[in-house]
């Protein structure tokens, strides 16, 4: 059996009946089917940055993703540099090839830990940037055909933090297609980024939402901010040792969020529908409205309900980073039943002190919360 915590950016986990690590594209696609058509139950593993696995381990096949390449091609449009990228690519890789490049649409994305394949799952986003402003399409296996088909973007159901792939399609993606810009306009002759759409990002860039600077420079500023909440994969930094942020910003409807208090942050989910001017004594049309929902800042939920930085249950070996509070680390020995323990404690206080309960972001393997 092999241990599963050496394979995890969290470095927790127990051994799994059999791993198999395929290297190339038709073993990715031939070893998985033979998995499929086993009895033993499966689990897909890419970079190991974004689950928590139990004590106990898996008792079942772990397929480990290792497929590596990134091919280029060039399509009409505003975006028409076109990746190909296999789903084994270290993400962090793929950015640092588009920004050395000179080429736009990722580059908020840097240090996000992890493999290309399991960047669609859960739409990756950092910065005022998603990866569905940039995906085109993924190549798919599909566990319930066994085929391999061609799932355009639009059909993904890409969400704040959530795709179809999460919430129930079965199959693994095999590769993903990206539509990135190039655009060397500046000065320097040097790639701009696209509209810095993120206050801390421009802060830190001293620039203005919506300006864009250099690739290369962003992509600087960002990994400098996520080095300073512990979000870079070190192993240095104990802060490092964690499945990155534990939980989701929550989104509720605002009326939900005037109950809160006035210094709660919030962002709107959606842009705010333009002015309209009417012609005078035209009809005023009926006007539809749905609920206004908004992003609350989970970090801030829970620092306001009293879980602060570095802060551990008597004995355990789980602590919430030094750094940032939504990030629960590792801070060596620390078991999954500990990571957990914690996690349920700090829902347990937002809730009680805010009405919210916070939703876990990484992949749960034989745990619950």
């Not at 990134?70 to 009409?76: L, P, Q």
């Not at 070996?317 to 323990?341: E, F, P, Y």
Request: without cysteine.
């Amino acid at each position: 059996m092999t241990d599963l915590a050496s394979l995890t950016t969290l470095g927790i986990g127990g051994p799994a009946a059999r791993l198999v690590q395929p290297a190339t594209r038709a073993e990715l696609i031939d070893e998985t089917l033979a998995v499929w058509n086993s009895p033993e139950d499966w689990l897909l593993l890419g970079g190991g940055s974004n689950v928590v696995i139990a004590d106990d381990g898996f008792d079942g096949d772990v397929i480990r993703v290792a497929t590596r390449g990134i091919g280029v091609t060039r399509a009409e449009g505003s975006r028409p540099v076109r990746l190909t990228v296999e789903a084994g690519e270290p993400w962090d890789d793929v950015v640092v090839h588009a920004v050395e490049a000179g080429w736009s649409g990722i580059e908020a994305l840097s240090g996000i830990p992890g493999s290309a394949g399991a960047a669609p799952v859960q739409n990756i986003g950092a910065y005022g940037q998603e990866l569905s402003s940039s995906l085109v399409a993924i190549d798919f296996l599909d566990f319930d055909t066994g085929k391999l088909v061609r799932v355009a973007a639009a059909e993904l159901g890409l969400g704040y933090r959530t795709s179809a792939l999460k919430r129930g399609r079965l199959g693994l993606v095999v590769s993903l297609e990206l539509a990135l810009a190039d655009d060397p306009s500046s000065s320097s002759g040097r790639g701009l980024s696209q509209p810095i759409a993120y206050a801390q990002l421009a802060s830190a860039l001293d620039v203005r939402i919506g300006d864009r600077v250099p690739v290369s420079e962003l992509r600087a500023a960002v990994l400098e901010l996520r080095g300073a909440k512990g979000m870079l994969w070190d192993p240095a930094d104990p802060d490092s040792a964690s499945a990155g942020s534990f939980f989701t910003n929550p989104v509720v409807t605002e009326q939900f969020a005037r109950g809160l208090p006035a210094d709660a942050p919030r962002w709107p989910t959606a842009p705010e529908e333009a002015a309209r001017v009417l012609p005078l004594g035209s009809e005023i049309p009926h006007i539809v409205r749905g609920e206004y929902l908004v992003k609350l800042s989970a970090a801030w939920l829970i620092e306001k309900a009293g879980i602060t930085r570095g802060f551990a249950l008597p004995g355990s070996r789980a602590a919430v980073s030094s750094k940032h509070t939504l990030a629960i680390v590792n801070r060596g020995g620390a078991t999954a039943a500990d990571v957990v323990q914690l996690a349920g404690y700090i829902q347990t206080r937002v809730l009680a002190e805010f009405g919210v309960n916070l939703q876990p972001e990484p992949v749960l393997v034989g745990v619950s919360l």
